[in-house]
């Protein structure tokens, strides 16, 4: 009953927010395309029951980032350590400077709610992984696999950037041993504050 319910909500609110933020969405657009820059970044990541989809962002790296990326950790091994242990750059070089500013105000992510009218992601749940992150979550993946990813969650909610990857792991398995409803639209509250006040954003 409750995933019914929170696939209707997710429909629902999805697609009004898709259409208030439409406009921006258009103008982005227009602007990466006057840039002669792509304007969207797809992604594999791995979904409810281990279903792998196409996960939708505006692009905010030039263009040769997974080649940059590569390049970066094979020549510092300090670096390459902490890519392993938290899954980020901090400040990261691949980013653009409008990039930079899409990321912090969280409009990179909008495309994303094409995921959750399509049904492979939600509007809260865990932080939507790639198949090598699965790993962090050891004796979790099955807690992690039984819903769907979202296009916020916990952590957002918490801090973003500044929250640990054990720690957001942790409050992703609290997420779906203790989900609601109300849960989900408390979340939803506090991720709108935290993205307008850019609390950990990078």
Do not use: H
Request: aromatic letters at 6%; proline letters at 3%; glycine letters at 8%.
């Amino acid at each position: 009953m409750l995933s019914s319910k929170k696939r209707i909500l997710d429909i629902i609110g999805a697609s009004l927010i898709l259409i208030l933020v439409s406009p921006v969405v258009l103008i982005i657009f227009l602007i990466l395309l006057m840039d002669g820059f792509g304007v969207l970044y797809v992604q594999s990541r791995v979904g409810l029951g281990g279903r792998i989809f196409s996960c939708m962002k505006i692009r905010t790296m030039e263009r040769n980032a997974d080649k940059l990326l590569d390049e970066l950790l094979a020549r510092d091994e300090g670096l390459r350590r902490k890519w392993e242990q938290e899954r980020k750059l901090d400040p990261d070089p691949r980013v653009t400077s409008f990039g930079s500013f899409l990321r912090k105000t969280s409009i990179d992510e909008l495309p994303q709610l094409v995921n959750v009218i399509r049904g492979d992601m939600s509007l809260v749940g865990p932080r939507p992984i790639v198949e090598e992150e699965l790993a962090y979550y050891g004796d979790n993946q099955a807690s992690y696999l039984s819903t769907r990813p979202g296009l916020t969650g916990r952590w957002q909610a918490s801090g973003r950037s500044d929250v640990s990857y054990e720690r957001r792991v942790a409050m992703d398995v609290e997420y779906v041993a203790k989900a609601t409803l109300r849960m989900d639209i408390l979340i939803i509250l506090k991720t709108a504050r935290a993205v307008i006040s850019r609390a950990g954003a990078r």
